[in-house]
């Protein structure tokens, strides 16, 4: 069966889940987890964790929604040290948590 979407955005069928409906009434992330259970199964699907709303001033950038001023800085950067945008990610990411972690040791 092709998985096609739906022509007229249909929030997902999941209580609480408002992601809009992929594939047979469900989200991508609702879809998945159905393909994971169990044939027959009539457990519920699991909440979805929230994910960052849409709006005027974030862009999609390397799979993550970010501002622009945060996408410019990563493209520089990854620029700069010759990195792919998720490297560059990964190197901020890990700044951080050795900061944090610093910061907790004291
Ligand atoms: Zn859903």
Redesign the pocket.
Known sequence: MPRMKHPVPV????PG???P?YVLR??????RHSLKRTPGSTEP?PA?RPYRKRTDGTVKFAGLRLSRLCVARLRKKARKRGLSNGAAIADVLEAWANRSARRSRR
């Open positions: 929030p997902c069928e999941v889940c408002g992601r409906a469900l989200c991508q992330s609702h879809h699907l979805i």
